[in-house]
């Protein structure tokens, strides 16, 4: 029988493999810059996908706010008991030429949330005060609006940012680790359009 544990490096497993599958894309493939969104609802856009101004890395996104909290231990909770709250919760990444970052902008977390995250996993920021980071600075207008957390990574280290998205996802959002996300990914720049809404079960 599968347990919490198994089923939790299994999902780590499968973050750090589309990180690493975007890594290669950017470099290989589109040979500039990448986002990819892991969502909790399928993308209503999947069809005929379009990027929109949202956050930092301006992405689409189909989150207009957060759920709390939840109160129920996830190893007593399985997917087909629990449901979210709306609005949905997304967590986006961009891939840079030399790094590439999580990005929750303040449409998907609340600050407390913020703060466990900050306080409990290292490397994190609110983007607006690091004005260095060039693509802060680029996008000052939206970082003000949407005040993203923010953490860099650098190729190669896709174990690690995986880490921190389950962290967020299971341990501060309260998602049961089977629960089924889209995928969305995407160049910004040019024509390419990888998956629009496919499902990660």
Known sequence: ????????????????????????????????????????????????????????IRVACP??????LGEDDPFEVSSSEWSPAEPFRYIQFAFMRDCFYLELPNNTVFPEETEIILQQRRGFYYAKSRRDLRWVRSNWQDIVKWEPLQKVYLYRDEDSAAEDMAFILFEVWKFPVDWCWYIKASSFHTEHRFEQGKPLD
């Open 1 to 56: 029988m599968t347990t919490y544990l198994d089923e939790k490096r299994r999902r780590i497993e499968q973050f750090a493999h589309w990180l690493r599958l975007m890594g290669l894309r950017r470099h290989k493939v589109v040979k500039g810059d990448c986002f990819l969104i892991f969502d909790e609802s399928a993308p209503e856009d999947s069809e005929t996908p379009c990027l929109r101004g949202s956050a930092a």
């Open 63 to 68: 989150a207009n706010g957060a759920a709390g």
